[in-house]
């Protein structure tokens, strides 16, 4: 009965991953020409990619190439290569959607990619995370990648004295 049910109901998210893949798919093709390029010359694609969005005033129009580019500084900067699953999860928090990912399996790489996209727009990112501990962290390990493509990078603290304030406000 179930597997009659299955034929019948498609599931959403497989039409939604078959459509993802067909980006990363554009994605991978340019894999070769940003490997080919010097480290001074993929660092220059950053003002490229900007200068194309100005004229075309569409991340989605240069989404490929700037997940391609992070992919590569991500291997030069770091020696992790982002992998296709990866790459869907970045596509889909750049859609606003929710990707579920347990521990492990790369949520700090994949947040690179649609923070370095963004940034393209010429607008700042903000990466938040749960923890002080975690925001250093990765600040620092991700940051290298950001510098890499000539973007700044800082972290924010929380020392916890604004919250201890605001509760005894509260009570």
Not at 72 to 98: P, T, Y
Not at 109 to 138: E, I, M, Q
Request: with cysteine; proline share 1%.
């Amino acid at each position: 009965m179930l597997n009659f049910l299955k034929k019948i109901i498609k599931n959403s998210n497989d039409e939604e991953i078959k459509n993802l893949s067909k980006i990363v798919d554009q994605i991978n093709s340019l894999e070769d020409k940003y490997k080919s390029l010097s480290d001074s010359d993929l660092k220059k694609s950053t003002d490229i990619l900007k200068e194309k969005y100005k004229s075309v005033q569409s991340l989605d129009s240069i989404l490929p190439d700037a997940f391609a580019l992070v992919r590569e500084a991500s291997k030069r900067c770091l020696s992790m290569r982002h992998f296709d699953v990866q790459l869907i999860g970045g596509l889909c928090l750049h859609q606003g959607k929710i990707a579920e990912m347990r521990t492990g399996e790369g949520k700090t790489l994949v947040a690179t990619l649609p923070a370095y996209l963004n940034t393209l727009s010429g607008g700042t990112v903000h990466v938040v995370t749960v923890n002080d501990y975690l925001a250093k962290r990765d600040s620092v390990w991700m940051g290298k990648i950001y510098n890499f493509l000539g973007l700044s990078v800082g972290c924010i603290q929380n020392n916890g004295s604004f919250i201890l304030k605001k509760i005894q406000m509260v009570i």
